[in-house]
């Protein structure tokens, strides 16, 4: 608050502090602020929020806003400042934050200590949160101030000490956690005359000191909490030293609190205390919340799974109790009977919902790893029960993530592919000849006596069917992967494609997919499959397989192939590919048999809808398009919408192909040839370095990738972006949407995801000629 209210003369300064659901009301208000009432009146809002997961969407729904009023900006319209508590502080390459003072800042604490003990005299000393500041964050301080708590009753303890081990275990676990005054008010419940009138704090001795009151605003109740954060942790190790334990502490608490109707915001605090996992790293959580873990290793699993327990039978809607209760039984515990029973509990709370139904996917998948890998390993009846459930846990997850409305969760295909893995491994080690019936060279029926079991054969369904099911399923995510990454800064985590690629390797092996098989001598996969059907990357992935001789001979013999768009994508993939490796090869293409295509529909893959684009943008200033490349486009975001937006519709969508200088294929430069530009002028860089190029344009600053690529010329309005093309304007997505706060004329790179084109590398351009005009389209 502190900075709002430094800046508040040189920016609109707001803290968001209400419901954070109707953020087109909040983006509105927004908007609203930026303009004071009068469009030439803009100024920057500066905006302060205690939610991080809101930010993008947020973002979003102001872009729409000034989109919708039609405002032109001359100012960048917000800055959000996140305000987010954490009881560890993360490492980070922009900001180092420390929990120390520098000399300047000693210096003005020092000063402004002697100014409250002029104001205050002997109170100040009671200022627990300034005093801990400004004595450096000093542990020695924070054990002074605690010791008022010894000794401490293990049993019978007065309510307010039971209240202030409440408020402590609750900030040493959550930060930013309260209770209300009324709710501590009504757990002291003195009707003792004596006490009338006397503050909280003053009923609270001789722990008062250590706790604040505060108002959240003129009309609500005030805030409890413990003075600063160090003491709630110290507090609470005291606690535990004295026989108080956490477990205890979390048991009583919720007893005592939690009763009859519990507040969204306690529940909240509470979830938050049981549940939170904290971030160790971009791609790794804990395994469970601090306080949980704390009590674990200080107590055992037994009071850890016993408050979990407490908390699925205190709170009897909540699904997350119940399946964190389960997830502890299967993975500490190793108690699978128990971790069932709890997840079906957590289920039948929300039914819909496939990241709880993972769960129970996660338990059976465990079971079945703890006897495979077991000194004494189940049979292959004991390993083929087990694998049954799992996949029928992970099969139904799937149907459920089919359903959903928001982000598609792809762990019941994940999962499935991991226990298919297992069952491999472990049925191929009891007898070889295992492999030959999982990868269906040979039938179950055919290899049954020297099997050694003829009740396997009630597994016979299963087993036939699982080879096609684990091509499928990596099937999608090689597109998954391919066309799509988590966000724009974070990559999947690197472990999903190696165990992914090691099950497609398992059962399928090096022989081409069934999807990809073929009746003539072409290489696997250029031709049309029996669904007709064939990815972008699928043709990429299978063209670096082969030698540039076959690349040229697959070029000219599917020249002759142009009755089907599959062809057509085949035909223009390989001389991206030929053109990417050797250019000297590359044959002109011939675009009439794209035109005699055109126009696509939506029913056509957007792959397909892309290499059209692709090859039918003007490929110069004077020509005009042959078609009305707006509703291309629009038809294409059409077919990405029946194809991949279900699967895709969270993630950042990678630029697989970009626009360059020259005609035909030519000018089709695929994104690894932009990659090897910036690793081989930078001998050292890791992968880190190249994903930082791409997520701020700056793989773009490469003198050979500006001289391959095609600079257009465009306009920047109303939060869009649009490519000059003749008379015409197509509006093309903009990748960093932070360009676009500012309207005016811009040049940018041309990039195509699976989705449509998209404007890499925006800048603003003055009217004068550039020394660059030769190479803009105007």
């Known amino acids: 608050m502190q900075v709002l209210w430094d800046l508040r003369k040189t920016l609109r300064c707001a803290a968001l502090t209400g419901p954070t659901s109707d953020l087109k009301t909040i983006a509105n208000e927004v908007i609203c602020l930026f303009t004071a009432g009068r469009r030439g009146n803009q100024n920057t809002v500066l905006l302060l929020l205690n939610d991080e997961q809101i930010v993008d969407s947020l973002q979003d729904s102001i872009r729409s806003e000034i989109a919708r009023h039609n405002i032109t900006t001359f100012a960048p319209v917000a800055v959000l400042l996140i305000h987010v508590r954490k009881a560890e502080i993360e490492e980070c390459e922009h900001v180092a934050l420390k929990k120390e003072l520098s000399d300047r800042e000693k210096q003005e604490f020092e000063d402004k200590k002697k100014d409250l003990s002029r104001r205050y005299r002997d109170r100040h000393k009671h200022f627990h949160g300034f005093n801990v500041m400004q004595s450096n964050f000093s542990q020695a301080y924070v054990k002074e101030a605690c010791a008022v708590l010894k000794p401490v009753k293990k049993t019978r303890k007065p309510q307010e000490t039971q209240l202030a081990t409440f408020l402590s275990l609750m900030n040493a676990y959550v930060p930013g956690s309260y209770l209300l005054e009324s709710q501590c008010l009504a757990f002291l419940n003195d009707k003792d005359s004596i006490h009338e009138g006397l503050s909280l704090e003053d009923r609270m001795k001789p722990f008062g000191n250590l706790v604040i009151t505060f108002p959240a605003d003129m009309n609500s109740d005030r805030k409890v909490c413990m003075a600063h954060h160090m003491i709630a942790q110290q507090c609470t190790e005291l606690l535990a030293e004295a026989g108080v334990t956490r477990s205890d502490t979390t048991r009583n608490f919720m007893s005592c ?40 290793k200080k107590e055992g699993n037994v009071q850890s799974a016993s408050v979990l327990k407490v908390a699925s039978r205190k709170f009897v809607k909540n699904p997350f109790f119940p399946q964190t209760l389960a997830r502890f039984y299967y993975s500490e515990i190793k108690d699978y009977n128990q971790a069932e029973i709890w997840v079906y509990k957590a289920i039948d709370r929300d039914p819909k919902n496939s990241f709880i139904a993972d769960t129970l996917g996660q338990v059976h998948k465990h079971h079945l790893n703890s006897k495979t890998w077991s000194k004494s390993p189940g049979n292959p009846r004991e390993i083929l029960q087990l694998a049954t459930k799992a996949f029928e846990a992970f099969k139904n997850e799937e149907r459920l993530a089919e359903n959903a409305a928001n982000t598609f969760n792809n762990r019941g295909m994940f999962g499935f592919l991991q226990v298919a893995s297992t069952v491999y491994d472990a049925l191929v080690k009891c007898n070889k000849d295992w492999k030959d ?48 990454k988590l966000s724009m800064k974070k990559d999947d985590r690197p472990y999903i494609w190696r165990e992914v690629s090691s099950c497609y390797q398992k059962y399928v092996g090096n022989s081409p997919p069934k999807h990809l098989k073929h009746a003539d001598n072409l290489p696997p996969g250029l031709k049309e499959n029996k669904d007709g059907t064939l990815s972008l990357s699928q043709v990429y992935f299978i063209l670096s397989q082969l030698t540039i001789t076959q690349l040229t001979e697959i070029s000219a013999r599917t020249e002759e192939i142009n009755s089907t768009e599959q062809a057509t994508i085949n035909y223009i993939a390989a001389n991206i590919t030929l053109q990417n490796m050797v250019q000297d090869l590359l044959s002109k293409c011939d675009r009439n048999m794209l035109i005699r295509k055109m126009p696509l529909s939506t029913n056509n893959a957007p792959e397909c809808h892309m290499l059209a684009l692709l090859m039918l943008w003007p490929q110069d200033s004077g020509e005009d398009s042959l078609f009305d490349l707006n509703t291309c486009i629009q038809v294409m975001h059409s077919s990405y919408e029946n194809a991949y937006k279900k699967y895709l519709r969270s993630r950042y969508l990678r630029p697989l192909v970009f626009l360059g200088e020259g005609r035909g294929q030519s000018r089709i430069v695929h994104r690894s040839v932009l990659d090897e530009f910036f690793l081989e002028e930078n001998k050292d860089a890791t992968f880190e370095d190249l994903k930082k190029q791409w997520t701020n344009d700056g793989i773009f600053k490469n003198l050979r990738a500006q001289n391959r690529l095609l600079k257009l010329r465009g306009v920047v309005r109303n939060y869009r972006v649009y490519a000059a093309c003749g008379d015409k304007e197509i509006e093309v997505n903009a990748n960093l949407q932070d360009y676009l706060w500012k309207s005016g004329q811009v040049s940018f790179y041309l990039g195509f995801n699976i989705r449509g084109p998209v404007a890499f590398c925006i800048q603003r351009i003055d009217d004068k000629p550039t020394s660059e005009g030769k190479k803009i389209i105007q």
């Not at 179950?444 to 020297?450: A, I, R």
């Open 257 to 296: 609190l939690c009763n009859n109707e519990v507040s969204p915001c306690l529940l909240g605090f509470v979830k938050d205390m049981l549940t939170k996992r904290e971030t160790l790293t971009e791609q790794e959580k804990e395994k469970f919340s601090r306080l949980i873990l704390d009590i674990q």
């Open 437 to 484: 019936v999982l990868t269906q060279t040979v039938s179950m029926g055919s290899v049954l006596k020297s099997l050694g079991d003829n009740k396997l054969y009630k597994f016979n369904d299963l087993i036939s069917s699982l080879r096609d099911e684990v091509e499928r399923k990596c099937k999608f995510f090689d597109i998954y992967l391919t066309y799509s």
